[in-house]
């Protein structure tokens, strides 16, 4: 697992991944150095440069150009990340021909902070994201960092840009389905595709039963979350039955509707959101 080792990438250079995988996580500190991997995968299940990044394992640092092919948990940087990746740029292709997938991370339960997504992303089935597939807080309590904090499944600063497409539900600009957090992150790409639960951020926020270290719902939250490109409804869809959760910042937006009252709403916060534009 490399746990406590320290890599420095000295130069750019093409590499057929990935490194780890199901059951063989990545929990060193992987900085990148300002390079770039030229990153070729044909095909397989928990792939990206890394197949596994664990709890305690850190990406940083580093730009991918992508030609990634596989089934499940497809991403550039990695296909699954329970750890953290940070200040990453991935372009290129991403495709997936099953679920989770992703141009950053095809399936996270860490934390994705500062990352840009210009890579084009395609899902042949559900939950497909700019930057992850699948944000997946579930309350278990492996996930400790460095200063023994619990670690909540978060999506922050990042940007896509890349063409996002997917062929079932849970399709979004950021992420395809959250469970954890959203934050200050922005949708560029002015396409975004899919049959069900479509949206410009996020295709679905549902809830969970994880909670904050107060007792507090954590469901599916994003707070200051944009659309600059598609002109799609910034949350697709959410699960109506949790009217406590679910919560999107609304600052300096319109909204079309609300799941909660039936009608156009404004305000610091509204419940299962169904629509918005950018003024």
């Known amino acids: 697992s490399y746990a406590g080792a320290y890599f420095v990438?000295?130069?750019?250079?093409?590499?057929?991944?990935?490194?780890?995988?199901?059951?063989?996580?990545?929990?060193?500190?992987f900085n990148g150095n300002g390079n770039t991997i030229t990153l070729t995968i044909g095909s397989g299940s928990w792939v990206g440069l890394f197949g596994f990044i664990g709890v305690g394992g850190h990406v940083h640092d580093l730009n991918i150009s992508a030609n990634?092919?596989?089934t499940?948990?497809?991403?550039?940087?990695?296909?699954?990340?329970?750890?953290?990746?940070?200040?990453?740029?991935?372009?290129g292709t991403i495709t997936g021909a099953n679920n989770w997938v992703g141009g950053i991370a095809g399936y996270n339960r860490g934390i994705i902070q500062g990352c840009t997504n210009n890579a084009n992303v395609t899902g042949s089935e559900n939950y497909v994201g700019g930057i992850t597939g699948f944000n997946n807080e579930d309350g278990a309590t492996d996930r400790i960092d460095e200063d023994d904090n619990y670690i909540v499944a978060t999506v922050t600063n990042c940007i896509n840009t890349g063409k996002i497409t997917g062929s079932a539900g849970a399709v979004g600009g950021i992420v395809g389905e959250n469970y954890g957090i959203v934050q200050y992150s922005v949708n560029k790409a002015t396409s975004i595709t899919g049959k069900t639960n479509v949206g410009a951020v996020i295709g679905r926020n549902n809830k969970n039963s994880a909670t904050f270290s107060d007792g507090s719902p954590i469901n599916g939250i994003a707070n200051y979350v944009f659309d600059l490109g598609s002109g799609l409804s910034v949350v697709g869809g959410n699960e109506t039955s949790n009217n406590d959760g679910n919560k999107v910042n609304v600052t300096g937006w319109t909204f079309?509707?609300?799941?909660?009252?039936?009608?156009?709403?404004?305000?610091?916060?509204?419940?299962?959101?169904?629509g918005a534009t950018v003024k």
Do not use: M, Q
């Open 68 to 70: 990634v092919k596989g």
């Open 72 to 91: 499940y948990r497809v991403g550039g940087v990695a296909g699954r990340s329970d750890g953290k990746i940070s200040n990453c740029t991935v372009s």
């Open 256 to 274: 079309v509707t609300s799941a909660k009252t039936g009608k156009a709403d404004t305000g610091f916060f509204v419940n299962n959101l169904v």
């Open 9 to 29: 990438l000295e130069g750019s250079f093409a590499f057929t991944g990935p490194i780890g995988g199901d059951g063989k996580p990545f929990a060193g500190n």
